[in-house]
């Protein structure tokens, strides 16, 4: 029988923004056995109403179980904070979610002014706002939803004009606003970090969350004595309910390594 130790970890998201956290899994949990699990066919999910978001959570947790993966993290803040409470009600593995980071963005903040990217589905999330009211501590929070933008980084578009207009039209707010801190709340904005500096210059701090969350999976799988006791390096296994060959060429790019989805 396999140890408990040397199950995977299941990772997923709505489509590839998961990956931007599973680099640094990668890299600072260099031995762990990883399935990482792309909803292709339903994404986005930040169009999707609760109940939607909710039902494709609970079928792809519940086929990763079958995996017996030995924790769970959900590499999507639409999926997080929609779906995370109920998740850990019904899971008896440790669950990592992910959120927009208010708190670090405030502790930043000098002016007390933060921007905050996600999508429509984050964007109107009682959880998300009642983060925010709970972390601002008195800072401006400007909220910004940004439409379009997780499918054409699905589609393999971050580097056209197109992108980098819609990212533009989505900055120009928070930048009016003259906010000094950015959060990225949503996995798959981390691909166009280059763009987003490039546009709002050195002054604005961008933060993203793929460190924190790796640090506080680690810290559970410690906690739990579910660290693995194997020593060979990473494997990762890609399922997606939508395979294709641009998802793969996707995937190689983004991780550096071959990258092959089978059906899920
Ligand atoms: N990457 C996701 C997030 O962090 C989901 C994006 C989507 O499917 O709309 O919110």
């Known amino acids: 029988m396999t140890l408990v130790n040397n199950q995977p970890i ?15 899994i ?6 762990e056995k990883i399935i990482y699990v792309a909803d292709t066919l339903y994404s986005p999910y930040g169009n999707k109403t609760a109940h939607s978001i909710i039902e494709r959570v609970n079928s792809v947790a519940e086929k990763l179980l079958q995996q017996k993966i030995k924790a769970l993290v959900v590499a999507c803040n639409t999926a997080t904070v929609n779906t995370i409470e109920q998740l850990r009600n019904q899971i008896a593995i440790p669950i990592i979610g992910v959120e927009p980071a208010i708190k670090p963005a405030t502790i930043n903040s ?3 002014k933060i921007g905050v990217l996600v999508t429509q589905a984050t964007a109107k999330n ?3 706002l009642t983060l925010i009211d709970k972390f601002s501590s008195g800072a401006e929070v400007i909220i910004q939803p940004c439409p379009g933008l997780v499918e054409l980084i699905e589609q393999g578009d971050m580097d056209t004009l197109q992108c980098e207009v819609l990212l533009n039209k989505y900055l120009i707010p928070l930048l009016k606003k003259e906010v000094d801190t950015i959060v990225l709340g949503c996995t798959h904005y981390p691909f166009l970090l280059k763009k987003i500096e490039k546009s709002c210059g050195n002054n604005i701090k961008i933060i993203d969350t793929a460190i924190p969350v790796t640090n506080q999976l680690q810290r559970q799988l410690q906690k739990n004595q579910l660290c693995t006791t194997v020593n060979n390096p990473t494997s990762i296994e890609f399922f997606s309910s939508k395979p294709s060959l641009l998802l793969d060429s996707l ?3 983004l991780l550096d390594q071959e990258v092959s989805f089978k059906l899920f």
């Open 10 to 24: 299941g990772i997923f998201d709505s489509g590839i923004g998961g990956l931007s956290i599973t680099k640094h």
């Open 251 to 253: 995937c190689t790019n």
């Open 26 to 31: 990668k890299q600072q949990l260099p031995y």
């Open 126 to 128: 009682p959880r998300f």
């Open 110 to 112: 000098k002016n007390k």
